[in-house]
């Protein structure tokens, strides 16, 4: 981009001036000018030139929005031709009182549904299962039925509000249920638009809610994006989840790393599958975190979108550019919330939701001040959404495209992040890929190695938390925060009970039976969940189907 005459100038001006500052004596924070790192630990130099992107070439590395390699967007226009969906995550305890809450959240402009499902749902256990005692309803909605998806989503019309699900193990059966569901109403699946998270990789790498072995859940995977691309086209089959892993410990370089490993992993299962690339993977979207280094959090943002636009194009020869394109949804850093000063978080919030519009995210979710304490509050819900609403209509950061591309800050980090991030994605390859890397525990080890470095930084005082371990107050217990009756497990329990001794069992013994020839077979799952779950069969009995043939996953942890 600057031509070597130029670039040579600079670098002896720079020297000059270097020299100069080379004298000044360290602030009064008592850090030397020099001593600065991201979370990453790359380096972080006190002021970038032209230098620092010698090499770039504009229409190589960043072009045009909307055009390949997407660094600066996968919309031509952004967020100048509508924002991004504002998809609060949401759902506790019984499914009246979460349709309550998302009812209040799309009153209050939220744009799209997030349902967060509680502990045994997402082990694929009915609410009524002795495991799920204690924990039905906290820390999501309690879900086992087509019953209860019928009450979740009462009032809600389905074809004309994006519903995502961040379910995985059983997130066959979940959409199942909402094909069903949509059927009943007379809406055509080729009418719904959502996402379904179905990332069963990160469960085993970094968060632990999987039912069956690797090599069935990839099955199970692949049916989705085949069943998909025919009957509901407009639904994101998979949201590749780096959120959980960064959540875990990770680095911003390992989450793009790691995420998109994962999604090499995908793509390639269905290929093996017999897939054309092109015809799953337009659907195919992200799902990354927002920390508190917020440069460092655009460039990452832009790395991951113009690395899957290679990888894409140049490793699996995708001829769709829609297949190209790196989709996302954000949701900010829950491992950041403090129980100290909980009102600190809101301006955490603030910075990593703006990241996250800096760049370019298509969803955004925004965690509430309370969620260390408890899980939020409609005050804080309303605080969140309000955040995003601010950004986006007040700010003017969404006034033009990309707005930071150019700096050379920014361009320099985008480009170490994308450095760095291809060494992870070479070893893993080296490997085997993300399955083996998974089941070697090299993942799971790069995990823990960032988190405890990460933790060792703030007891020592290397890394600032505001009110942690610097600037405490003393501070009365929270208040006013929002409590799960520990007496919804009866509850749902004898409805349970009511609902299976008014369906016709009979029909759904029969489509339990057909379900597990097929999974004992080659066919493709989906249409033999939808019958067994459009009969009444629970959540639980599915899975205990798919168990009795697949087994059970067991992990050897590592440490």
Same mark, same amino acid.
């Given at each position: 981009?600057?031509?070597?005459?130029?670039?040579?100038?600079?670098?002896?001006?720079?020297?000059?001036?270097?020299?100069?500052?080379?004298? /000044?004596?360290?602030?009064?924070?008592?850090?030397?000018?020099?001593?600065?790192?991201?979370?990453?630990?790359?380096?972080?130099?006190?002021?970038?030139?032209?230098?620092?992107?010698?090499?770039?070439?504009?229409?190589?590395?960043?072009?045009?929005?909307?055009?390949?390699?997407?660094?600066?967007?996968?919309?031509?226009?952004?967020?100048?031709?509508?924002?991004?969906?504002?998809?609060?995550?949401?759902? &506790?305890?019984?499914?009246?009182?979460?349709?309550?809450?998302?009812?209040?959240?799309?009153?209050?402009?939220?744009?799209?549904?997030?349902?967060?499902?509680?502990?045994?749902?997402?082990?694929?256990?009915?609410?009524?299962?002795?495991?799920?005692?204690?924990?039905?309803?906290?820390?999501?909605?309690?879900?086992?039925?087509?019953?209860?998806?019928?009450?979740?989503?009462?009032?809600?019309?389905?074809?004309?509000?994006?519903?995502?699900?961040?379910?995985?193990?059983?997130?066959?059966?979940?959409?199942?249920?909402?094909?069903?569901?949509?059927?009943?109403?007379?809406?055509?699946?080729?009418?719904?638009?959502?996402?379904?998270?179905?990332?069963?990789?990160?469960?085993?790498?970094?968060?632990?809610?999987?039912?069956?072995?690797?090599?069935?859940?990839?099955?199970?995977?692949?049916? /989705?994006?085949?069943?998909?691309?025919?009957?509901?086209?407009?639904?994101?089959?998979?949201?590749?989840?780096?959120?959980?892993?960064?959540?875990?410990?990770?680095?911003?370089?390992?989450?793009?790393?790691?995420?998109?490993?994962?999604?090499?992993?995908?793509?390639?299962?269905?290929?093996?599958?017999?897939?054309?690339?092109?015809?799953?993977?337009?659907?195919?979207?992200?799902?990354?975190?927002?920390?508190?280094? #917020?440069?460092?959090?655009?460039?990452?943002?832009?790395?991951?979108?113009?690395?899957?636009?290679?990888?894409?194009?140049?490793?699996?020869?995708?001829?769709?550019?829609?297949?190209?394109?790196?989709?996302?949804?954000?949701?900010?850093?829950?491992?950041?919330?403090?129980?100290?000063?909980?009102?600190?978080?809101?301006?955490?919030?603030?910075?990593?939701?703006?990241?996250?519009?800096?760049?370019?995210?298509?969803?955004?979710?925004?965690?509430?001040?309370?969620?260390?304490?408890? #899980?939020?509050?409609?005050?804080?819900?309303?605080?969140?959404?309000?955040?995003?609403?601010?950004?986006? &209509?007040?700010?003017?950061?969404?006034?033009?495209?990309?707005?930071?591309?150019?700096?050379?800050?920014?361009?320099?980090?985008?480009?170490? /992040?994308?450095?760095?991030?291809?060494?992870?994605?070479?070893?893993?390859?080296?490997?085997?890929?993300?399955?083996?890397?998974?089941?070697?525990?090299?993942?799971?080890?790069?995990?823990?190695?960032?988190?405890?470095?990460?933790?060792?930084?703030?007891?020592?005082?290397?890394?600032? /938390?505001?009110?942690?371990?610097?600037?405490?107050?003393?501070?009365?217990?929270?208040?006013?925060?929002?409590?799960?009756?520990?007496? #919804?497990?009866?509850?749902?329990?004898?409805?349970?009970?009511?609902?299976?001794?008014?369906?016709?069992?009979?029909?759904?013994?029969?489509?339990?039976?057909? #379900?597990?020839?097929?999974?004992?077979?080659?066919?493709?799952?989906?249409?033999?969940?939808?019958?067994?779950?459009?009969?009444?069969?629970?959540?639980?009995?599915?899975?205990?189907?798919?168990?009795?043939? &697949?087994?059970?996953?067991?992990?050897?942890?590592?440490?």
């Amino acid at each position: 981009m600057y031509d070597k005459g130029t670039i040579g100038k600079l670098k002896a001006a720079k020297s000059i001036w270097q020299e100069r500052v080379d004298r /000044i004596p360290p602030g009064k924070a008592g850090k030397s000018y020099t001593d600065r790192a991201t979370t990453s630990g790359i380096d972080v130099g006190l002021v970038y030139t032209p230098e620092d992107v010698a090499d770039m070439d504009y229409m190589r590395d960043l072009g045009f929005p909307g055009e390949y390699p997407y660094t600066r967007g996968y919309q031509a226009t952004m967020y100048r031709g509508r924002l991004w969906t504002m998809r609060q995550y949401a759902g &506790f305890a019984t499914v009246e009182e979460s349709n309550k809450r998302y009812k209040y959240l799309l009153s209050q402009g939220q744009t799209g549904l997030s349902i967060a499902f509680d502990l045994p749902t997402q082990l694929g256990l009915d609410a009524d299962h002795p495991l799920a005692e204690g924990e039905v309803g906290k820390v999501g909605v309690s879900v086992s039925s087509l019953a209860d998806l019928e009450v979740l989503f009462d009032g809600i019309p389905l074809d004309q509000v994006s519903t995502s699900m961040t379910i995985n193990a059983p997130a066959a059966v979940l959409l199942a249920m909402y094909i069903a569901l949509a059927r009943r109403r007379g809406i055509s699946p080729d009418k719904l638009d959502g996402t379904i998270q179905n990332d069963i990789l990160k469960e085993y790498s970094s968060r632990g809610t999987y039912i069956f072995p690797p090599a069935p859940s990839m099955r199970i995977t692949n049916d /989705i994006f085949a069943y998909c691309s025919s009957e509901v086209p407009n639904w994101n089959t998979i949201s590749i989840s780096g959120y959980h892993m960064r959540e875990a410990g990770c680095t911003a370089v390992q989450e793009v790393a790691f995420t998109l490993a994962d999604g090499i992993a995908y793509v390639d299962a269905a290929i093996k599958a017999g897939l054309d690339v092109d015809s799953f993977a337009a659907r195919l979207s992200f799902f990354f975190n927002a920390h508190n280094n #917020l440069l460092e959090e655009v460039a990452k943002f832009r790395a991951a979108r113009r690395m899957w636009a290679h990888i894409m194009k140049e490793r699996f020869h995708a001829q769709n550019p829609k297949s190209m394109m790196l989709r996302f949804h954000t949701q900010t850093a829950g491992c950041t919330l403090t129980s100290q000063q909980p009102d600190n978080n809101i301006v955490r919030v603030t910075l990593q939701a703006l990241a996250a519009v800096l760049g370019g995210t298509q969803s955004l979710h925004t965690n509430s001040r309370d969620e260390a304490l408890s #899980l939020p509050t409609e005050d804080s819900v309303r605080i969140a959404l309000r955040t995003q609403q601010i950004i986006g &209509f007040e700010s003017g950061v969404t006034d033009t495209v990309d707005p930071l591309a150019g700096s050379f800050y920014i361009e320099a980090m985008t480009n170490r /992040i994308e450095e760095e991030a291809w060494k992870y994605i070479r070893k893993i390859d080296e490997l085997g890929g993300a399955v083996k890397a998974i089941e070697n525990g090299f993942i799971q080890q790069e995990i823990q190695k960032a988190s405890y470095q990460y933790q060792l930084e703030i007891e020592s005082g290397k890394r600032v /938390i505001v009110g942690v371990n610097r600037f405490q107050v003393d501070e009365k217990p929270a208040r006013n925060l929002m409590r799960i009756d520990s007496a #919804l497990y009866e509850k749902r329990r004898a409805e349970l009970t009511a609902m299976k001794a008014g369906r016709d069992s009979t029909k759904v013994q029969a489509a339990l039976a057909r #379900l597990k020839q097929t999974a004992e077979g080659s066919g493709n799952l989906m249409p033999a969940i939808i019958e067994a779950v459009d009969v009444y069969a629970t959540l639980g009995e599915v899975c205990d189907v798919l168990r009795s043939v &697949f087994g059970e996953y067991e992990s050897d942890a590592s440490f």
